[in-house]
């Protein structure tokens, strides 16, 4: 794949693509906890419940918005949680991340590609809900595997540094995230 592919939020003011590096050496998850249930709840989003959530696990330094940076948004379900990043113009969850730049890692939603299947096959099944047991993963060595492979090259590259989601000289979030209050998070959860 010499180019890279191109995503946007629902109503398209927020856009841009993932380098064809980044589509190589992502991995597809999908992810059926409760956080990332509550993340497309509470951004009016269709319920996926009984589905799960499918996500693009990629290196932030793949990820380059070309259009309507300024819409980019973060929220947290919880004062420890990761950041869940959304377009503001259309409430479009976007991606997620650890709280500090120095763990790159970005979970992306794979609908906002137009092309899902250039994403690769589903390679891990996270949370995977188990009546009377506690919840399971499926591939959750291939998804390991791929976060941390990406971490430690970016790291090691210093590629780290180049994220959409982080100013590079202070290591701060590009928008000051929004804690949810307990009421509201109360709400999405059933």
Known sequence: MADGLAFSCNCGALRGEVSAQGIKTG??????????????LYHGQPDPAPDPV????????????????EHLKALRLGPRGPLRWY????????????????????????????????????RAKA????????????GGGAMAWGILSRMITARLSGRWKDTPFFYADTGKPVAEPQLISKAERAKLYP
């Open 54 to 69: 499918d996500l693009f696990q990629l290196a932030p330094d793949t990820i380059s918005i070309t259009q309507g940076a």
């Open 87 to 122: 377009a503001s113009c259309c409430g479009t969850p976007f991606a997620n991340t650890l709280a500090k730049p120095g763990l790159p890692f970005a979970g992306m939603r794979s609908d906002l590609f137009q092309d899902k299947t250039a994403l690769g096959k589903i």
């Open 127 to 138: 949370f995977i809900p188990a009546p009377g047991k506690q919840a399971r993963t499926k």
């Open 27 to 40: 991995t597809r998850v999908v992810c059926y906890c409760a956080d990332c249930r509550a993340n497309e």
